[in-house]
């Protein structure tokens, strides 16, 4: 067999290789998305987020417990907003609105240089009068080592991101922490035409920073998590082929 014939066999076997890895990565996807040619995108189903697949429960630092006091002379309760009941969300189950309200704005420039250039020489001119001797010149290396390095690098780099975001989304509690923290997670779904606009919301609040008409400020959300996305025949064509996708993981140039 010939060089010619057997470089061939091995770039057809890669190829290969490489549309199988492409099918097995997205071979679901594309049955789902055959079988969904001329229908609009489904909605997602409602369902309870702590079932999810995944789904752990937030575990956070907690000061020592602390036994309550009350005064039984008083109607008032403690951080209430309202004389005879409180609004707002306090249990799980119970729902609050999240502003979300993002505006981020980033500018970053750094340049770094570096050079360096190193010479080293050494050998041996005379050793023990050498030069005198015809034959120990022949034997007797003139220079020993002669190495010369120049090095230099020179690096920028700048970030200009300007991002803005502004909407409400209804959460639900889903977790009462020991402390009295609420872990919230929200999500809504909106269909227009044939694109789904998807807003997630997820993180851990103060009953103290829900305002009066139960609602918070997304910057008051710890550890919030928060995504803005959509899926449809819109945001498949921005996205890259599957093939695509392997070649850019997988080649190294």
């Not at 550890?223 to 695509?244: C, K, L, N």
């Amino acid at each position: 067999m010939s060089a010619f014939s057997s470089a061939y066999r091995l770039r057809r076997i890669a190829i290969s290789a490489l549309l199988l890895t492409a099918s097995a990565l997205g071979g679901c996807s594309s049955i789902d998305r055959l079988s969904q040619i001329g229908e609009q995108p489904k909605l997602s189903a409602i369902d309870n987020p702590t079932t999810q697949p995944g789904y752990k429960p937030v575990q956070m630092p907690m000061p020592k417990p602390e036994v309550a006091s009350y005064n039984p002379n008083s109607l008032w309760r403690n951080g209430s907003r309202a004389f005879f009941k409180d609004q707002r969300a306090t249990h799980v189950g119970d729902l609050l609105t999240v502003t979300v309200n993002i505006t981020d704005k980033a500018n970053i420039e750094n340049e770094t240089q570096r050079s360096r250039s190193n010479k080293e020489d050494s050998g041996i001119t005379d050793f023990i009068g050498a030069k005198t001797i015809t034959q120990a010149n022949k034997i007797l290396p003139g220079r020993i080592l002669t190495a010369d390095s120049t090095a230099s690098s020179d690096g920028k780099g700048s970030v200009n991101r300007t991002e803005a975001l502004q909407t409400n989304v209804a959460a639900v509690v889903t977790q009462v922490l020991p402390n009295g923290n609420l872990v919230v997670e929200g999500k809504q779904e909106i269909r227009v035409n044939y694109e789904i606009r998807e807003l997630v919301v997820a993180g851990i609040v103060r009953p103290e920073d829900i305002q009066s008409d139960n609602t918070i400020d997304s910057s008051k959300i710890a550890q919030a998590r928060i995504a803005y996305g959509g899926r449809g025949q819109i945001t498949d064509v921005q996205q890259p082929r599957y093939g695509q996708q392997v070649m850019d993981v997988l080649l190294p140039f």
